[in-house]
């Protein structure tokens, strides 16, 4: 009978935040698939459970996702965990879920910590309707490309950032979304947990010059609605170049020629009003 991949949530740097659920999940499982070895190993050790490790990560996920589904198909139970925080969200992990669920092998998850719905959470922003934009892309393109499509985008947006990265897409993101509120949240469940609550134009002169430290969450807030300009009646109008008409001494016509011009509508018509009020 094929066995199960369990995807288990990991603290995001407090170690409290692993759950009794997530502790009984390690123990349980046949083998562990870590992002990083190393890290990982550190957290069993804690916990003072051992398992065989195997590396599972963006460069050997293609080949190693096989290896692991066969042997899942075998029977076996894995767990996939990353460094920190969820599996598969910025994380390799989304590619085995995705082969696994194609092959109908069952995937269950013990939820813990992620980074983004800790910021969002603690943004100040809305949370009503939000995207997740996850890491910008250094290439220029895309990078543009992808913050060019959000330049309407009218609901809460988060955003991963490495600190040496951060100057640079602060800037990027003031000059393509214009100023906006934003909330820096960094070290999130870390000794040096803080949420800075400022603008777009304050945080990148906070940063220009450096001294980013820990890791970053950015929760930008929506484009404003857009500013739909109020349709203007026609008798509106005649009003309008009737005062416009009598304080710069101007002829009907000249006078709804103007005012057509700011409304958009027919000078034929306003006159036409014009006369009727007049
Ligand atoms: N899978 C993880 C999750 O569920 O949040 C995200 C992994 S992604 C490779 C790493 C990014 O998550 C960091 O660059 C940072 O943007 C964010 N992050 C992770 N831990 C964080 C923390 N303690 N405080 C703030 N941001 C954090």
């Given at each position: 009978m094929s066995g199960t991949l369990t995807i288990v949530g990991t603290p995001i740097g407090n170690?409290?935040?692993?759950?009794p659920r997530a502790v009984e999940a390690l123990e349980a499982a046949d083998f562990i698939a870590a992002e990083d070895t190393r890290v990982t190993l550190g957290l069993l050790n804690h916990f003072g459970i051992k398992k065989p490790l195997v590396s599972y990560y963006e460069h050997n996920k293609r080949g190693r996702g096989e290896q692991l589904c066969a042997r899942i198909e075998a029977g076996e139970n894995c767990v996939l965990v990353s460094?920190?925080?969820?599996?598969a969200i910025s994380d390799p992990g989304e590619d085995l879920v995705a082969q696994c669920a194609a092959r109908g092998i069952r995937v269950v998850a013990v939820p813990g910590p992620t980074a983004m719905a800790t910021a969002l959470a603690l943004?100040?922003?809305?949370?009503g309707r939000f995207t997740f934009e996850g890491f910008l892309s250094m290439n220029k393109k895309s990078r543009r490309e992808h913050l060019l499509s959000l330049r309407d985008e009218r609901r809460t947006m988060v955003f991963y950032e490495a600190p040496h990265k951060l100057p640079a897409t602060l800037r990027d993101l003031l000059d393509v979304l214009g100023d906006r509120r934003v909330a820096l949240a960094r070290?999130?469940?870390?000794?040096h947990e803080e949420v800075i609550r400022t603008t777009l134009a304050e945080a990148a002169a906070r940063y220009a010059d450096g001294g980013a430290r820990g890791e970053f969450v950015l929760v930008i807030e929506g484009a404003p609605e857009a500013e739909t300009e109020e349709a203007v009646t026609v008798e509106e109008a005649a009003a309008l170049a009737l005062a416009l008409a009598e304080e710069e001494n101007l002829s009907p016509s000249e006078a709804a020629k103007r005012v057509a011009a700011e409304t958009g509508l027919k000078k034929s018509e306003i006159y036409h009003a014009m006369n009727q009020k007049g």
């Open positions: 170690l409290g935040d692993l759950s460094d920190a925080g969820m599996p943004s100040g922003l809305p949370t070290e999130l469940t870390k000794v």
